[in-house]
């Protein structure tokens, strides 16, 4: 049996819980999506290259956070489906992703 570093703890993400259940996506994408927007825009700006390279790690992670949510609303349908026995492809993500990809100069 392999040794499990969480063993004994309670991890909780309450406000990641809250949004998966009620999937109120709106604020979040809208959020994301100027965040994203701003950053896009410093990539395209003439200046301190260190500065393109931060707006990039930071577009990315936007990318990864939503496709980590859309991978969580994936799971939640998935588990109802097997409990209820509803089929899983019924239902939409409700996560709208930033576009992919972004300036690649």
Known sequence: MANNPL???NVSYPAIEKL????EFATVN?????????LEKITK???GLGKVKQ???GMKA??????????????????MASQEGVSSKEKGTGVSSP???????
Request: proline content about 2%; cysteine-free; aromatic content about 8%.
């Open 7 to 9: 063993a004994g703890f």
């Open 20 to 23: 998966i259940d009620t999937e």
């Open 30 to 38: 809208k959020n994301f999506g100027a965040a994203y927007s701003e």
């Open 45 to 47: 700006q003439k200046g």
């Open 55 to 57: 707006a990039r790690k």
């Open 62 to 79: 936007l990318e990864k956070v939503m496709d980590l949510l859309a991978e969580l609303l994936k799971l939640k349908y998935r588990l």
């Open 99 to 105: 576009p992919k990809g972004g300036n690649k100069k």
